[in-house]
């Protein structure tokens, strides 16, 4: 269905590929992952309409017909007075209006073959879409993605969750031959997650979605397309396994490195006693052995496996936190907090985060979240205080709030407080930003790489209270898991706002759960609990423990050079991967 080879892309501040090939045939579900800024969203887009770039190589598209798109930045129009129902439909009546004004055409016409052509494409394209049982399969739909009491809802009082999905249920029922779907999982809670999880493994046609989502990415898909450093590499099978089978290269790679390392070692030494030898006696012979032997020896080196095998970029996010703070210093109080626009959201919410607390906020989307958290950092609600030691640092989800797109990255750095060209080098270097692209413009980075900037800029002032909001959304798989060590290691206390699952487990110390308009504290455990209860069987979570136990186990065996135990581990490993399947 596609098809490229040796397929390279660039812009003149930044190559994307060189010479990358990849095959996506008929009904597969194809994810495709990689670092932020390695050009996903470029190459999808590439996909959909390559006349719109300038490329080398070959990128073919075979019998593809309509491509779908569902975009990550989902825009409305708030006065559009229609349903869900009238919404999902207009697709359809807009095609059966263009069959009867062709008929009606074809009443008068002198000429009826164009007519007659243009008739049978319409025919076709609604016997393609299934228009005859439209309502039937938009009811099916709504039903699969959980919200069927919302057909008779107005479109414009949908939360932006709930907005994402029937942009995906639109898409799916125009039945496009490929439908392309960049980050679809943004800004989802976890209830509509589970909604675009069904969505997708119901879906019969050929998908390729860009996404971080560690959830969708454990649940669906049958092919993984991983770009990394300007290569693209081709997965046959999920996830879960993919996973498995760069752990083994890693292992192979490690194996093999020893033993080049302990060649090495040989043939140093062999060519320190030549040298020796040399010195004491002139041979001809023992000078061209020698002579050999240094070349032998200078291939090894130069061929050599080096660390990290798997290259694969990782970001270093360092969160310093500002002065020694009480212990049980009250940085944040809110009592009998209200939130109201057209109805009230939340009423008499109260709680209170002291110093090196970790809350996170969490609820369906559109419950007050987000608003709640904007209202804390502007701090003029009379309702919520600040202790006297608080020193707050904000991330914002509106990314243009804490970055000026008119900047370039050195620009926007140098108004962050850094001096010099190398300071700003060096520091971005560990977000993984290269030298020679710092002369880029932020409006035109990826939504990750502004994300990496916002934790790059919030790092550099030192504060002892983070708000936080949807930090980890747009940031790739690797990021996410950098972003959550940094905030378990951080001393400071933080109050986030996230719909991700593995970010809220993996480093908070406890939830506020918004449930029935207001807000309840809740432990970490037993929200993991609720989760598990709700959207896990008792059975994947212990696989997925004990896996992420064993992938612990390895790295360290990894790290000291064991890989004999290296290998044992990933043969205890295989079969509870293959469980999970």
Known sequence: ?????????????????????????????????GSNGTGKTTLAELIRDPESFLFDGKLQREDVGRIGYVTQFASRDKNQSVTVMEYLLSDFRALDEEIAHICTQMETAEDLEPLLEQYQQLLDEQFAMDGDHCDINIRRQLQLAELEDKADLQLALL???EYKLIQVIRQMLRRPG??????????????????????????QGTLLVVTHSRYLLSHCFDQIWHLENGDLQEFDGSFRAYQFALLQRKVELQEQSALETSEIQRVEALVERLRDEATEVIDPMRGRVLKGKATYLKRLQARQIKPPFVEIQRPDIRLPAAGATTEDAVLLQVEDYRL??????LAH???????????????????GKTSLLREIRQGTNPAIRYGEEAEVGFFSQLQEESLCEAHTILEEFYDAGLDTRSEVETYLAQYCFAPDGLERKIAQLSGGEKNLLQLAKLALGEKNLLLLDEPSSHLDTFAQMALEEAISDYEGAVLMVSHDFYTIANCMDSVLLVENGTIRPMSIRAFRKMIYKHHFSKEYVELETRKKELETRIARCLEKGATEEAKVLLDEMEPIVDAME
Do not use: W
Not at 340 to 345: D, G, N, P, R, S
């Open 1 to 33: 269905m596609i098809k490229a080879e040796n397929l390279s892309c660039g812009f003149p501040q930044k190559d994307l590929y060189e010479k990358i090939s990849f095959t996506l045939e008929e009904g597969r579900h194809c994810a495709l992952i």
């Open 159 to 161: 939360s932006g969750g």
């Open 178 to 203: 490929l439908l392309i779907m960049d980050e679809p999982d943004v800004f989802l809670d976890f209830e509509n997650l589970n909604g675009l999880r069904d969505l997708i493994n119901a879906y």
């Open 340 to 345: 109201a626009f057209e109805k009230e959201l």
């Open 349 to 367: 919410v109260s709680f209170a985060i002291r110093a090196k607390q970790k809350v996170a906020i969490v609820g369906p989307n559109g419950t």
